[in-house]
């Protein structure tokens, strides 16, 4: 399931492994979901009923995008035993192709983590099947992380090559996802509920897999069905606050004024009469991920806490917050009982100052080395759950108190030259500390396991 140059400690791979056999959104879907002939049913987490669909008398689309969508789509089809009249499917080209385009299926692999011309592709393809729709019409939405590049197209005069800018941008700024997600959702035609309105008067169900801390759902792919309560005049406000405002092209800017003064309408809000026709439901998240990584951690012998599931910050300050936990319950200063499973979900951020290269989960796991550096009997790892941390082919990395001991044997003084130019990975990779896994298709946010022997 997974590659390192070296061993994990047992405990902590064993985790690992458990982790990776969790994230198949699709076998929650078919835990969650069921369909008898007339109505979609929809369960939470304790299996109570919370949704009853009936499907119209019409047509049946069915469109799925995001790093999960192809299990989604997948399961969803089984689900519905191939009672659909048409399906859009699209993912991130590096994935292996599990879902075969025939007659009524359309299958597009497209970019992350910016768009390109198969993003405008995949969105002008979603946008025909949506066209001419009636109130005896259903659309089954299935949204996952990522999907805020693999699907895109423009508020004209943005071109795509402004857009691949402004995403790099803000990509690299150190704003968290909510921030990226407002901006994008206003430069774009298909975010921030605009597909739930160009679905309309369709009847709309979207299920919904978080990547974004919090799961607030109107920003995991930035919330292409879901009521928007960003503004344009956020949106300027954080390019605002990141220094951006003189970065980003004239175009961006000039579409987000136009906004600000009112010329070009605003996303959909709450109160809009399209939502009467949409119903959107969290159909997965990292909390489902952490508790049940949680629970391997007991069968395990371990005391396991989970801490929380929407962790954010730089990466480097993260790493010190969660190391210095680390080293206190190791000397007997916390309440915390040992032998002890940490467990974190959320999504760090690195704001890019050099050309190295690395991601979130490898630089949270760099600096982690540095602050346990010489403890025996504390090991951790960080990974993205999507299966590429970053720059990097990595998933994340793990450390060990013999881990930065190591590093500095092969780089001796550059190594904090090299963290400062964000090469964590290069640093990590050197001394076999990275972890590859290949694409997931999953996207559940970076998953962070600490072990206190």
């Given at each position: 399931m997974y590659e390192s140059g070296k061993k994990l400690p047992s405990k902590l791979s064993a985790l690992l492994e458990h982790a990776l056999k969790?994230?198949?959104?699709?076998?929650?879907?078919?835990?969650?979901?069921?369909?008898?002939?007339?109505?979609?049913?929809?369960?939470?987490?304790?299996?109570?009923?919370?949704?009853?669909?009936?499907?119209?008398?019409?047509?049946?689309?069915?469109?799925?995008?995001?790093?999960?969508?192809?299990?989604?789509?997948?399961?969803?089809?089984?689900?519905?035993?191939?009672?659909?009249?048409?399906?859009?499917?699209?993912?991130?080209?590096?994935?292996?192709?599990?879902?075969?385009?025939?007659?009524?299926?359309?299958?597009?692999?497209?970019?992350?983590?910016?768009?390109?011309?198969?993003?405008?592709?995949?969105?002008?393809?979603?946008?025909?099947?949506?066209?001419?729709?009636?109130?005896?019409?259903?659309?089954?939405?299935l949204?996952?992380?990522?999907?805020?590049?693999?699907?895109?197209?423009p508020i004209p005069p943005v071109s795509l090559d402004e857009l691949v800018k402004t995403y790099k941008l803000l990509l690299n700024s150190g704003a968290d996802i909510r921030e990226i997600n407002t901006v994008r959702k206003h430069i774009s035609q298909v975010k921030g509920g605009r597909l739930a309105q160009q679905a309309y008067p369709a009847q709309v169900i979207s299920l919904i897999a978080s990547d974004v801390p919090g799961n607030d759902i109107s920003f995991v792919a930035s919330g292409p069905t879901v009521p928007d309560h960003t503004t344009y005049q956020d949106a300027y406000n954080i390019l605002e606050f990141y220094e951006l405002l003189g970065e980003v092209p004239e175009s961006v800017l000039s579409t987000i004024k136009s906004g600000m003064l009112g010329k070009i309408p605003e996303t959909p809000k709450r109160e809009s009469p399209i939502f009467s026709k949409v119903r959107n439901y969290l159909i997965a998240s990292p909390y489902d991920l952490a508790l049940s990584v949680k629970e391997k951690a007991e069968a395990l012998g371990l005391n396991a806490y989970l801490l929380t599931t929407r962790v954010e910050g730089e990466s480097s300050e993260v790493a010190k917050v969660f190391s210095s936990i680390a080293l206190d319950v190791k000397s007997g200063l916390s309440s915390l009982s040992k032998p002890t499973a940490i467990i974190v979900a959320g999504e760090t951020s690195v704001k890019v100052r050099g050309s190295g290269k690395g991601g979130r989960a490898i630089e949270l796991a760099a600096w982690f080395a540095r602050e346990i550096s010489g403890t025996e009997g504390i090991s951790m790892f960080a990974i993205d759950t999507d299966g590429k941390d970053g720059s990097s082919d990595a998933a994340g990395a793990f450390a060990t108190g013999e881990t930065w001991e190591e590093l500095k044997k092969l780089f001796g003084r550059r190594i904090i030259d090299m963290l400062r130019n964000n090469d964590s990975f290069s640093l990590?990779?050197?001394?076999?500390?990275?972890?590859?896994t290949g694409p997931t298709g999953s996207n559940l946010n970076n998953l962070i396991c600490i072990l206190v022997e």
């Open positions: 969790s994230l198949d959104i699709g076998k929650i879907m078919e835990q969650r979901i069921d369909y008898n002939g007339r109505e979609i049913i929809i369960r939470d987490t304790r299996g109570k009923v919370v949704g009853k669909h009936e499907l119209g008398r019409g047509k049946i689309k069915l469109i799925a995008f995001g790093k999960a969508s192809q299990s989604m789509a997948l399961t969803m089809m089984k689900i519905l035993e191939g009672r659909f009249d048409e399906g859009a499917v699209i993912f991130p080209r590096d994935q292996p192709v599990v879902l075969e385009a025939k007659g009524n299926i359309y299958v597009i692999p497209s970019t992350h983590p910016v768009p390109s011309e198969s993003s405008l592709e995949a969105a002008r393809r979603v946008r025909e099947m949506l066209s001419g729709l009636s109130e005896e019409d259903n659309v089954i939405f949204i996952s992380g990522g999907g805020s590049s693999l699907l895109e197209e990590l990779d050197s001394g076999g500390y990275t972890i590859r």
